[in-house]
């Protein structure tokens, strides 16, 4: 690795670098470790541990299956244009909105937050690479592969319809005939399996690998959420695929685990189902609250308000979010005295997502704000995902969550959880890293459109759902009573608007990579108290990331 | 290093507007009640409206402190335009955390106050209520049955047609379940094929109802008027058309509809309260000998009769009258019960059906054709393209094999003898034979 | 809680170059690159495909489970080649020094028995759930099942397991390999045998009692708790055949074996999972006649003892 430069920057690695082609391999300068033959660059790619590179393809997958997600939203919104209307038989629309949900959290946003964790978490330990490089490649492919596993089904006679949730007796082999919830059923099994190898590589890499003198409390937040959120990815994803097989037996061999008919309960499989799918709440979320965590102080060239606060409300987070699985189920009928102890759980996790919100605010306070694009996302996430929380803790309250449960206010709360929370902040991310990814700037004006139109079509698309909600109008209906018929267009046309707005993205790759102005170590001049290791190392980094190992001050 | 200067203060007083106006634009005008909640039409439903109305007003007070907040952090401290300013080096606050921590717990605590009532009042269930309406979720509309009082409804699916009927006309009032006002009534929920949720607004209520389980819940409705809800759970392809409409009345107007409705024969209570699903089938092979166990209604007492196995297919299926006669005459008489509550719901009470969605039975050259082929669309069910009488239809129709063989037979000869029909009866043994 | 205002956590800095630990080129240009993350994944996606293919009556659904399997087995072998290779070399690498990597190993592996444990509460939680609601249990007309098998299994397990100890035992202490191979092939010997007999009972079971996965909740919690514990056997019987053979080709030392004690870590995992499926399934249904009213018993032996301690303490 002699011939390396890392005072040149303009090292490119991104999957699509073609035009820049030498420069993408120089970077890597593969060929040489142990004397292996010169590989074709698309076989280094598929052969890579690179921590780095594995972020990459992990982001790019996840953004193509946004795009795919997003267009099956758009699907659902073609039909809800009018109040009986026959755009999507019902039966394809229930699959459009059961594979937007399924793509949209197993394979858009868990692997992004993913890529993001292995982009940056390495190099803010202070890592050579993750601790199971060859597992976490693993991690990576089975996205790909889980990928193709659902998507196929569309081909085999239909998708699963049976919403992202799969409750039987709908999901039985009885109602839903045919080979798609099958390959649902493995497709979550395949994605699971990526996010056990994850949360276990990752676990290792915090505990293992820290370079001298970075102690527990003193890594970055970035890595605080991670660690939290490995456990849950440890703990309950286990659950999921157990849940899930019972589903699958019982469909193919005739099992009797949630069939009423031959003596079992289907409200069981809600049990097990929420005991994973809830934490995978707090799985999609917990990263992104890392990825604000290292943005918000880093425009506000300020040192992160409450360190220790938000690092521990993170764990709180964590341990409360594996014990209200329940309060998904407050409409069941269950005992309202058992459910009170959800409810309080649940209530209670308002006070640690608190903590942080105001902590953000109050880095914000007394520092120097640069506006830059990365830096509105963050407000952005701030600003909106405090809506979610707040009809979070709605929701807790049981007869107030018996009243909309099932309804568009649900639509709405998950909507501001997971748009304007994961996506805007793993949007945030995006720009955040994008310049130490590529080696380049990218187009701030066009950053700065992405953003107001990104929130702008938010709120039209998802603040009007509460009213339906509250209105009278159930989710995942493909007609609805025609009172409802203004609203719904308006969200309709918004989330057109939101949908290609996120095109914006691609622009910005192409104009970073091939036009960017070429940037140093830290093109955000970081403040000296904000500033963690990958703003020390060249852009891109090295693959082996630090020819010397950092030492925290 | 920036190639972009930082916003005017112009645009970000612009930033901030839009960020807290966006989303209230245009709502307000567009709905009338107040916070856009409907109005509760029972005590339970106030206690709800309360819960919701104590919560969005510490909600809004929130978000309104947060963004304010944010926004005056924004603007104070902006990097301005060629300024050069150290930041602040503090980065924790004692007091200000100890502060954020305990307000939002006194405000929990606040939110729990109201919601303690509601739970209370769902959790006092009535021991001997006035009165007990039975509602089970089929696909996709809702059989309502008055034990006591002997009478039973079904309710209709959406069509083109009735959507667009006014609340409290006559054709409405004709789809309408009747509800007395003033009356503590007790409600019995259960499913019969997958979950479906019965969901009525006004009332502040919602149960799901899931097969194999049986939940009561306490409803009096003190107001009288025509209310609307909908199924809440995902249960198929035509769940948004799995319409609830409800007409609360007073006494005399609810007798006489009572008496418009009575059932022909005897309602069972649907079974005990709890897992009517957990009952343990027997593995043993000589059991399956005695096979004409399949109408063995689920016993009122709970008493699980484990020792056959048929008592344990779907409890619920059992909810429909039980049936073992062979005469053709009294074959097409339980058909007729039958078919008000497991085929009416889509096939419409004469057989028209709702086009587009759902064909027709009379007239149908599917009913009137092979007796195999009409018991196969029964047991195994029928999905994908179709044509009945000149007109195409893409839908999905659920088998019904968990209907008993008389059930399925009295059924199919009730069809074939009405509406113009002119098939002749189908037997159990029939049936039997294509199972 | 502590000042932590001079933590530079959050915004520490690379110290000047030359104060961490010093970088061997050698290290930097260890490049760790394999195809086998990539195949296995798409295999394992094919043997899911094709099992979800032949379950509906697709007539290509077998060949792609056997194709599928194959894949997999076949880049399972290499991928474990590399690893045995990288172990053979026994240098630091980006993951760090030899000692390092093994040291993640032992975290990596308990963590993921941890989420085993978790799969195995899954079920569990469906077992409890389903007795716990059953009005009868066991169903009528199958009382109980035979206590035999699960005797003599649960012994062959738990001497196995002490078996794995003491080839363990004399590895470390750099005794004969014939005597640590000898230890070894009877742990082996005894896990052959148990999945022998659990595929004897399971044949009784079916053909001789009717009872099958249809059997209603008990049916299926047993096939499902002892079909996906015999799966574990099955798993842990390859990895200590593996161990096995390299203590055969001599790769562990006295100080560096880690795969024979994680191989040791699931065995015994995998026998503690047996004797709580053994105490639930089986022995329960034979204790409860008489261990409630004997619990009472002592219960109302002691209430008077208590009281007396009691009476003199006031």
């Given amino acids: ?553 | 290093m920036s190639q972009h200067n930082n916003p005017r203060p112009g645009r970000l007083a612009a930033f901030a507007a839009t960020m807290l106006a966006a989303p209230f634009v245009g709502a307000d005008a567009a709905l009338a009640a107040p916070f856009w909640y409907v109005d509760p039409v029972t005590p339970y439903g106030e206690i709800v409206n309360q819960t919701y109305q104590t919560m969005v007003w510490i909600g809004i007070f929130i978000l309104i402190f947060v963004e304010l907040a944010l926004v005056a952090a924004l603007v104070k401290f902006r990097k301005r335009k060629d300024e050069v300013r150290e930041p602040e080096t503090w980065s924790h606050n004692t007091t200000l955390e100890i502060v954020w921590t305990v307000i939002p717990f006194i405000m929990l605590i606040i939110i729990c106050i109201p919601t303690f009532k509601g739970l209370a009042y769902l959790a006092d269930i009535p021991k001997s209520p006035e009165l007990t309406l039975e509602v089970v979720g089929r696909q996709f509309f809702w059989e309502y049955r008055y034990p006591e009082l002997n009478a039973t409804f079904t309710s209709a699916m959406r069509t083109e047609a009735n959507a667009k009927l006014e609340k409290g006309g006559k054709d409405w009032d004709a789809i309408a379940l009747y509800l007395p006002i003033g009356r503590k009534l007790l409600v019995r929920l259960t499913g019969a094929d997958v979950i479906h949720s019965w969901w009525i607004p006004a009332f502040g209520l919602q149960q799901m109802t899931t097969p194999g389980n049986l939940v009561q819940i306490p409803l009096e409705v003190t107001k009288p008027g025509d209310y609307e809800g909908a199924c809440s759970y995902l249960c198929g392809p035509y769940h948004g058309a799995m319409d609830i409409k409800i007409k609360a009345v007073d006494a005399a107007t609810f007798d006489g509809w009572i008496a418009a409705h009575k059932a022909p024969g005897p309602i069972e209570p649907i079974a005990k309260v709890g897992k009517i699903g957990m009952v343990a089938p027997a593995p043993v092979k000589p059991a399956h000998g005695a096979a004409g166990g399949e109408h063995a209604a689920v016993p009122a007492g709970g008493e699980h009769a484990a020792a056959s196995p048929a008592a344990s297919t779907a409890p619920v299926a059992s909810v429909a009258p039980a049936v073992a006669v062979v005469d053709p005459k009294a074959l097409a008489a339980k058909g007729q019960e039958v078919f008000a509550s497991r085929c009416a719901g889509c096939h419409g009470a004469t057989g028209g059906g709702t086009p587009p969605m759902f064909p027709p039975l009379a007239g149908a050259e599917q009913v009137n054709g092979s007796d195999d082929d009409l018991i196969d669309i029964l047991l195994k069910g029928k999905s994908g393209e179709i044509t009945v009488k000149g007109q195409k239809y893409n839908s999905a129709m659920p088998p019904q094999d968990s209907l008993s063989n008389e059930e399925l037979a009295a059924v199919s000869t009730y069809v074939r003898a009405s509406w113009g029909n002119n098939g002749k009866p189908i037997t159990p043994d029939q049936v039997k034979a294509r199972r | 809680m502590t000042d932590h205002s001079h933590h530079s956590s959050h915004g520490h800095t690379a110290a000047p170059a030359g104060a961490g630990a010093p970088a061997d080129p050698h290290v930097l240009e260890h490049e760790i690159a394999s195809i086998f993350p990539l195949i296995t994944s798409f295999a394992t996606a094919l043997f899911l495909f094709g099992t979800a293919a032949t379950w509906n009556a697709y007539a290509f659904g077998p060949a792609l489970i056997v194709l599928g399997m194959t894949i997999q087995v076949a880049a399972l072998i290499g991928w474990w080649s590399e690893l045995v290779r990288d172990n053979k070399l026994d240098e630091t690498t980006l993951i760090g020094t030899p000692a390092e990597a093994r040291q993640g190993l032992r975290i990596g592996f308990g963590f993921f028995i941890g989420s085993e444990v978790m799969f195995f509460a899954a079920f569990f939680a469906y077992y409890f759930y389903a007795r716990g609601l059953s009005p009868v249990w066991p169903p009528p007309g199958f009382e109980k099942l035979p206590w035999e098998p699960a005797l003599i299994n649960t012994f062959l397990l738990v001497f196995s397991g002490f078996f794995y100890m003491r080839g363990e035992h004399l590895l470390e202490h750099g005794k004969s390999k014939a005597r640590t191979l000898f230890w070894m092939v009877a742990a082996l010997v005894f896990g052959f045998v148990f999945l022998g007999i659990q595929i004897k009972e399971w044949y009784e079971l079916i053909n001789h009692h009717g009872f099958t996965v249809k059997s209603g909740p008990m049916g299926t919690a047993f096939y499902l708790l002892t079909g996906f514990h015999g799966l574990h056997v099955i798993i842990g019987a390859i990895f200590i055949t593996v161990v096995t053979s390299r203590i055969a080709l001599n790769h562990f030392t006295p100080h560096k074996h880690f795969a024979m004690t994680a191989a040791g870590w699931y065995w015994h995992f995998v026998d503690v999972v047996w004797i709580g499926l053994v105490l639930c399934l089986y022995l329960y249904d034979y204790f409860r006649d008489w261990m409630f009213p004997v619990a009472r018993q002592a219960i109302g032996l002691l209430e008077p003892m208590i009281a007396g301690v009691l009476a003199l303490v006031a």
């Fill in chain 1, 1 to 553: 690795m002699s011939t390396h430069d890392h005072s040149a920057p303009g090292h490119v690695h991104g999957p699509d670098c073609n035009h820049d082609h030498d420069h993408a391999h120089d970077a890597y300068g593969h060929g040489d470790g142990h004397g292996h033959a010169k590989r074709h660059p698309i076989l280094d790619w598929l052969m890579t541990t690179d921590h780095k590179r594995i972020g990459i393809m992990y982001l790019w997958t996840s953004f193509i299956f946004f795009l795919v997600g997003g267009a099956m939203a758009l699907a659902v919104r073609v039909q809800l244009m009018h109040a009986n209307n026959n755009a999507l038989t019902p039966d394809f629309f229930n699959q459009m909105m059961t594979m937007h949900a399924s793509v949209m959290i197993f394979l858009a946003i868990i692997p992004a937050v993913t890529g993001f964790g292995n982009l940056v978490l390495p190099l803010h330990l202070g890592a050579r690479d993750v601790a199971f490089p060859r597992l976490n490649a693993l991690g990576y492919w089975l996205v790909p592969a889980a990928g193709l596993v659902f998507m196929s089904s569309f081909f085999l006679g239909g998708a699963s319809a049976n919403g992202w949730t799969a409750y039987p007796p709908l999901a039985n082999a009885q109602y839903s005939p045919g080979m798609g919830v099958d390959l649902w059923i493995f497709g979550v099994h395949l994605v699971g399996t990526s996010s056990i190898v994850g949360g276990l590589n990752f676990i290792v890499t915090i505990f293992n690998m820290r370079a001298p003198g970075v102690t527990l409390h003193k890594m970055s937040l970035f890595c605080w959420a991670w660690l939290v959120t490995s456990w849950l990815q440890v703990i309950a994803t286990p659950v999921l695929a157990g849940a899930v097989t019972m589903l699958l037996l019982d469909r193919n061999l005739g099992t009797s685990f949630f069939r009423p008919e031959t003596g079992g309960d289907p409200i069981l499989f809600q049990h097990l189902f929420w005991f994973y799918s809830h934490p995978a709440v707090y799985i999609m979320i917990l990263p992104v609250f890392g990825i604000v965590s290292q943005v918000v102080p880093a425009f506000s060239k300020k040192r992160i308000f409450g360190y220790l606060p938000i690092a521990y409300s993170s764990v709180a987070i964590g341990f409360f979010g594996l014990l209200v699985w329940a309060h998904h189920m407050f409409a069941t009928g269950l005992n309202p005295w058992f459910l009170t102890f959800f409810m309080i759980i649940t209530m209670l996790i308002a006070v640690p997502t608190g903590i942080k919100i105001f902590s953000w605010i109050a880095t914000m306070w007394g520092g120097v704000i640069e506006f830059k694009t990365p830096m509105l996302f963050c407000i952005g996430f701030i600003a909106f995902f405090t809506i979610g929380g707040l009809s979070g803790t709605m929701i807790a309250s049981i007869p107030f969550d018996i009243q909309v449960s099932g309804t568009y206010f649900i639509v709405a709360h998950i909507h501001y959880v997971l748009f304007a929370g994961s996506s805007v902040g793993l949007l945030a991310g995006f720009y955040y890293w994008l310049p130490k990814m590529t080696g380049r700037m990218y187009h701030e004006g066009i950053g700065q459109l992405h953003f107001w139109l990104t929130m702008v079509s938010m709120n039209l698309a998802f603040f009007p759902m509460h009213f339906l909600g509250l209105q009278g109008m159930p989710r995942r209906v493909a007609y609805y009573a025609p009172q409802f018929e203004t609203i719904n267009q308006i969200i309709g046309y918004s989330a057109f608007v939101m949908g290609i707005a996120q095109l914006i993205v691609f622009f910005q790759i192409y104009y970073t990579l091939k036009h960017g102005a070429r940037v140093g170590a830290d093109p955000w001049n970081h403040h000296p108290d904000t500033k963690t290791f990958e703003w020390e190392i060249a852009s891109p980094p090295p693959p082996y990331n630090f020819e010397t190992l950092p030492v925290a001050r």
